[in-house]
Nanobody, 114 residues
Framework: QVQLVESGGGLVQPGGSLRLSCLGS????????MSWYRQAPGKERELVAT????????NYADSVKGRFAISRDNDKNMLYLQMNSLKADDTAVYYC???????WGQGTQVTVSS
């Protein structure tokens, strides 16, 4: 049974940082490109970042370039999203996803507020 489980969300002040984690199980994550999406209240789900199976050649939404970094540890079946210089507009539920497999995690809430 395939599972993607996110963690690391929470409440952070503007300008702060958070690191999201996603643990994959039930499939060989090392062979799959992976993505982070987010969905803010009242808005459509948005692609935030993508990383290929090798880890080289990442892509980011313009809104997070230079602030967020996607990475992976294939030996641990883990996907990460380091988020720095957080803004109120980054408030959303963040999901990890496998583009090829079509699998989604349950999401983790990130709230940026003073």
């Amino acid at each position: 049974q395939v599972q993607l489980v996110e963690s690391g969300g929470g409440l952070v002040q503007p300008g702060g940082s958070l690191r999201l984690s996603c643990l994959g199980s039930g499939f060989p994550l090392r062979y799959y490109a992976m993505s982070w999406y987010r969905q803010a209240p009242g808005k459509e789900r948005e692609l935030v970042a993508t990383i290929p199976s090798t880890g080289s050649g990442t892509n980011y939404a313009d809104s997070v370039k230079g602030r967020f970094a996607i990475s992976r540890d294939n030996d641990k079946n883990m996907l990460y999203l380091q988020m720095n210089s957080l803004k109120a507009d980054d408030t959303a539920v963040y999901y990890c996803q496998s583009p090829t497999g079509g699998w989604w995690g349950q999401g983790t809430q990130v709230t940026v507020s003073s």
